[in-house]
T-cell receptor, first 114, second 113 residues
Framework: KAGVTQTPRYLIKTRGQQVTLSCSPI?????VSWYQQTPGQGLQFLFE???????NKGNFPGRFSGRQFSNSRSEMNVSTLELGDSALYLC?????????????FGSGTQLSVL | GENVEQHPSTLSVQEGDSAVIKCTYS??????FPWYKQELGKRPQLIID?????GEKKDQRIAVTLNKTAKHFSLHITETQPEDSAVYFC????????????FGPGTSLSVIP
């Protein structure tokens, strides 16, 4: 099976712009979670989607949003970018999203905000 | 909300020595504790996990211990090798629920040949 695929791999944006990141889960996985990774902060949970519904949400401002399509692919959008949004954004998929399931991570999208 | 602390943030050991990383969690309902390893430039991967009905679990050179009373758990790596150099993340969650998995801030382990 193909692994979790994230596109694009790198993004450079300027403050105030918006960005959309994409995540294709492993075939058959219906849960997709998004994490923000910054040095010293580890993996901060953004949100989790299952069957096109947001099931869990972390403590991020409303500028961060996402959605999931019927084929389980997910997108994450960040509007009105700020310098502090520079980070590696990882998505992870699992079969059902039960929290005792192994998470399969993508390689991430490295976002730089100038 | 749930919080997971992890110490130390950086750790250097000589090849062949042991390494220990400790985590504490705040949610007493947590009952599943995975550890992920992220090598430089690569994606995090699950290396071992432990559930609350078990106090210790081993897999070759790595082991995890859990103290539910004190709400802390640890990763032990014995006979460290250069390929063990990576960032290690502990995490906690409510096991069979569909709640979020909370990760610690990570420990950067360097094994010096």
């Amino acid at each position: 099976k193909a692994g979790v695929t994230q596109t694009p791999r790198y993004l450079i944006k300027t403050r105030g712009q918006q960005v959309t990141l994409s995540c294709s889960p492993i075939s058959g996985h219906r849960s997709v979670s998004w994490y923000q990774q910054t040095p010293g902060q580890g993996l901060q949970f953004l949100f989790e989607y299952f069957s096109e519904t947001q099931r869990n949400k972390g403590n991020f401002p409303g500028r961060f949003s996402g959605r999931q399509f019927s084929n389980s692919r997910s997108e994450m959008n960040v509007s009105t970018l700020e310098l502090g949004d520079s980070a590696l954004y990882l998505c992870a998929s699992s079969p059902s999203g039960a929290t005792n399931e192994k998470l399969f991570f993508g390689s991430g999208t490295q976002l730089s905000v100038l | 909300g749930e919080n997971v602390e992890q110490h130390p943030s950086t750790l250097s050991v000589q090849e062949g020595d042991s390494a220990v990383i400790k985590c504490t969690y705040s949610d007493s309902a947590s009952n599943y504790f995975p550890w992920y390893k992220q090598e430089l430039g690569k994606r995090p991967q699950l290396i071992i996990d432990i559930r609350s009905n078990v106090g210790e679990k081993k897999d070759q050179r790595i082991a995890v211990t859990l103290n539910k009373t004190a709400k802390h758990f640890s990763l032990h790596i014995t006979e460290t090798q250069p390929e063990d150099s990576a960032v290690y993340f502990c995490a906690a969650s409510r096991g069979t629920s569909y709640d979020k998995v909370i990760f610690g801030p990570g420990t950067s382990l360097s094994v010096i040949p």
